[in-house]
């Protein structure tokens, strides 16, 4: 991929962002070069300010970016898109040799709403907060593509404001959920005043050593393992006016970011057998029949995919188990009889057999061994 003419993002100024994406727009981006099958793409705007993070952390930032595959001059700019993949590595990569296992908690927790380029402009840019939350859902694909977001209200009335990355490949994203959440925090906290809190935060990973920052962060509930990231406000808010609203400059916005690409349809029917087989494993085996009533599609039709993948449906289930129990299995503080539950086992030895089957040890050898 070769990339030309980086420049930094100016302050906080709409029509300077217009500026950028006139001077960027001949620039080449992975999705330009359909023989580098880059997979799903983000803006680079997602990565405002990371090297003066990483580098106020303590961290070295060429040997971050490298690992990641990606040139740090690309940080920041509103119309360069980065692989997704590599996103979501250079920000776990970070973590590890920063030595701060809630590096994109932090990052989030002071990243604001109008580093995120386009995206962020349209929503600050908005009439009122609910408007603001309906143009992050609905403007995501442009931004960031194998990701969702909704806005919908629960059974008891509270409003959820949920994120996720669908791409069943991308393993390692708590990095990638912790900083997203961070952001909407900040953007809610523009409307509604510094002090604001939300009436809970959800993750869908594992509960982390250092758990009690996250409640520190959001200064919220925050409850892991969930089926979704989520951040829950209470629904009088959405009428509130955003102090940044500002109808042309949205308009604007808009139809820069429709005018990067096309809006992504939706990731292929095998990604989402796979996420939805990872999303109910913590609550036991997923039956093929459960995964069809989720898809809302026949089970001959799920199993007619696999089978174009060379996989049978009990086959798909067992090397997400396999994919998962290597990552939770790195991090230490995860008991294993956790980890046997977030797979969907009901006992520790079930899971054991399992892993010994698919690597000749036992999880706890394994974990000694990635010790060294």
């Known amino acids: 991929m070769l990339f030309a003419g980086i420049t930094k993002m100016p302050p906080d100024d709409g029509a300077g962002v217009l500026a950028r994406v006139a001077i960027a727009g001949n620039l080449r981006s992975p999705q330009d070069d359909p023989e580098s099958n880059p997979g799903p793409v983000i803006l680079a705007a997602a990565a405002t300010g990371l090297v003066g993070f990483i580098e106020r952390c303590g961290g070295d930032v060429d040997g971050i970016f490298g690992r990641a595959g990606i040139a740090p001059e690309l940080a920041g700019s509103p119309t360069l898109k980065l692989r997704l993949s590599a996103y ?13 296992d809630n590096f994109g908690l932090w990052f989030g927790n002071q990243f604001q709403p109008r580093d995120l380029g386009l995206w962020g402009y349209a929503a600050v840019s908005s009439p009122t907060l609910g408007s603001a939350l309906e143009n992050l859902v609905n403007l995501l694909p442009y931004h960031q593509e194998s990701s969702v977001m909704r806005l919908v209200r629960g059974d008891d009335g509270m409003v959820r404001l949920e994120y996720q990355i669908t791409s069943s490949r991308i393993l390692a994203r708590r990095q990638d959920a912790e900083l997203s959440l961070g952001m909407f925090l900040n953007l809610i906290r523009e409307c509604c005043g510094s002090r604001w809190s939300p009436e809970e935060v959800h993750f869908e990973h594992p509960q982390p050593q250092l758990w009690k920052e996250h409640e520190t962060a959001f200064d919220a509930p925050v409850y892991f393992g969930q089926a979704a990231n989520a951040l829950i406000l209470r629904p009088e808010l959405l009428d509130r006016p955003m102090p940044g609203r500002d109808l042309r400059l949205l308009a604007m916005m808009q139809t820069c970011l429709e005018s990067l690409g096309s809006r ?26 459960q995964i069809a009533a989720e898809l809302r599609l026949p089970a001959a039709a799920i199993q007619r995919e696999l089978a174009e993948h060379g996989l049978t449906y009990k086959h798909a289930v067992e090397a997400m188990r396999r994919n998962l129990a290597g990552l939770y299995l790195r991090q230490r503080h995860l008991p294993l009889t956790e980890i046997a539950f977030l797979l969907g086992y009901s006992e520790l030895s079930a899971f054991s057999r399992a892993f010994a089957r698919w690597t000749g040890l036992s999880p706890r050898a394994y974990r000694k061994r990635s010790d060294h």
Request: contains cysteine.
């Open 264 to 289: 992504q349809q939706g990731d292929d029917l095998f990604e989402r057998v796979r996420s939805a087989i990872r999303v109910k494993l913590p609550i036991g085996y997923p039956s093929l029949e």
């Open 88 to 100: 979501c590595t250079l920000f776990e990569e970070a973590s590890r040799r920063t030595q701060n």
